[in-house]
């Protein structure tokens, strides 16, 4: 029958004690080095914000808080657009202080991500230790920024940051973003009122009146983005470029498929990443406080759990773009989805680790055999020196891309320079400089649709050319490029 390790005789104790403190300190190094190396791909990842500029939507809401005015601006897109009143007002006020912000967005909201996730996880996980928080917190920040597929577009290009990394930060207390992240805030908030009103434990009931408030809140937001004019007019636009799209009854099974096909594509491209996300939170629950009293059937029942959740927060999360856009969200939306899959790895990765501290200190009567006092420390070295390889990897890949990362920045910069000298000296067209392939730039790579084009009548064209006050605007390629 097994006892627990206070149930040693006292000798044995004090005399393991040494070997134990040694095991604690080396389980210990291990996860400061593990701190500081995501700490220091979050600095990298901040500092790669100095290379962003506006792109694409940015000039168009720059023209429209200049045309309009902000609260004129905020009623016209509401009726005329989209109802996504969260992501307007945020994206509109923040250009309206100029295009110097873009700079600073990303790394307020990584900051900003960041601490929220660490305070969540300090409530949700009580049991673990304030390093264990840091190092859960961001590593969830780096994976998802790390194998989202555009990284560029989703946390460093203003629209999208604003209208999907920013509903990652605030999570529960903010709606009216994009319908991917209300739909899922909505779905679960739901889940935990029902926890929190059923009594699972006593902590959730002590919480149950600030998340019915928040609940109350989720569905008011998500009833405002539904009814908005606007979505009428955008939905019949998406529709001559979509074509057919699934009909209600077949949704569902659409859905599915698209989830299908998201997974096979991000576990394809970024398994080495989830895995290292796995074992970081493996890690962290063999360090925590609390010792399962029978952990295998705990672990068939949270697995259960985790597997019917998470399939659930997915599903939701890309049904609103399966029905509108035949589909999966766009690149820069699948923030959202790739947030829901990093955070189930995680919770997979937690529940192992959970099975193996428990495991490990079930020691049978008498001194525990030798191999069960290195087991422990060993696994846990083996996967924390896993994990740093992995994110260290991804920290030198970044670096490298720095080069690129500035060529194409001084390339935005001078097509900037070209604009502006084109409207000061009173001229109605401009021709700019191309930026090269920023298909191939790296951590920055984003379709090239989304910048200037040497069609003068190209939308984004347009934006960029009333922006800043002129007729028109192309790039051209044979070193021309004059105002």
């Known amino acids: 029958m097994a006892r627990a390790v206070t149930d040693l005789p006292a000798p044995a104790i004090v005399a393991d004690q040494p070997r134990r403190r040694a095991r604690i300190d080396a389980a210990l190094g291990v996860e400061v080095a593990l701190a500081a190396a995501l700490l220091a791909t979050l600095l990298v990842y901040l500092l790669a914000a100095r290379f962003t500029r506006f792109v694409a939507d940015d000039f168009s809401a720059g023209l429209a808080i200049r045309q309009n005015g902000f609260w004129a601006e905020q009623a016209a897109d509401y009726r005329g657009w989209s109802g996504r009143f969260a992501s307007t007002a945020a994206i509109t006020a923040v250009v309206e202080l100029g ?67 920013a509903p990652l930060v605030l999570a529960s207390t903010v709606g009216g973003f994009a319908e991917t992240y209300d739909l899922l805030q909505a779905t679960a908030l739901t889940f935990a009122a029902v ?26 937001a998500l009833a405002i983005v539904v009814a908005a004019p606007g979505n009428a007019v955008r939905d019949a636009a998406l529709a001559r470029i979509v074509g057919d799209r699934p009909s209600w009854l077949g949704l569902p099974r659409f859905t599915v498929g698209q989830d299908k096909r998201f997974l096979g594509d991000l576990f394809g491209s970024h398994w080495s990443s989830l895995v290292a996300m796995g074992l970081i939170a493996a890690l962290v629950a063999s360090r925590s406080t609390t010792l399962w009293s029978d952990p295998f059937k ?80 060993v696994a846990a070295a083996g996967a924390g020196f896993a994990a740093l390889a992995t994110v260290l990897g991804g920290v030198v890949s970044v670096i490298r891309d720095e080069g690129a990362m500035q060529s194409y920045a001084n390339a935005k ?23 090269g392939d ?22 984004i064209n347009n934006a960029v050319a009333a922006y800043y006050g002129l007729h028109s605007i192309a790039v051209v390629t044979d070193g021309s490029a004059q105002p």
Do not use: K, M
């Not at 305070?119 to 920040?141: D, F, K, M």
């Not at 298909?439 to 084009?453: C, K, R």
């Open 298 to 377: 705990r672990a068939g029942l949270a697995t259960a759990a985790i597997v019917a959740l998470g399939s659930l927060a997915l599903t939701v999360t890309v049904a609103p773009a399966a029905h509108e856009e035949a589909g999966l969200p766009p690149v820069w939306g699948q923030l959202i989805l790739v947030y829901v899959c990093v955070v189930t790895v995680d919770a997979f990765g937690w529940v192992a680790g959970q099975c193996l501290r428990t495991a490990v200190l079930s020691v049978r009567r008498g001194a525990p055999a030798p191999w069960r006092r290195w087991v422990g420390p």
């Open 195 to 220: 926890a929190a009103a059923l009594g699972v434990t006593p902590a959730w009931r002590r919480v149950l009146p600030p998340l019915a408030a928040a609940w109350a809140g989720g569905i008011a």
């Open 99 to 165: 295009e110097v912000t873009v700079r600073v967005v990303p790394v307020l909201l990584l900051i900003a991500w960041t601490a929220a996730s660490t305070a969540a996880l300090r409530y949700l996980l009580p049991e673990v230790r304030r390093l264990g928080h840091l190092i859960l917190a961001t590593a969830i920040v780096c994976t998802c920024v790390r194998v989202t597929p555009t990284p560029f577009l989703s946390v460093y290009w203003l629209t999208g940051a604003l209208s999907y990394t």
């Open 438 to 459: 920023v298909e191939a730039v790296g951590f920055f790579s984003h379709p090239d649709a989304e910048e200037l084009s040497s069609n003068p009548t190209y939308w």
């Open 413 to 435: 910069d001078a097509q900037v320079a070209a604009a502006q000298a084109a409207s000061r000296s009173g001229v109605s067209s401009a021709t700019v400089p191309p930026l």
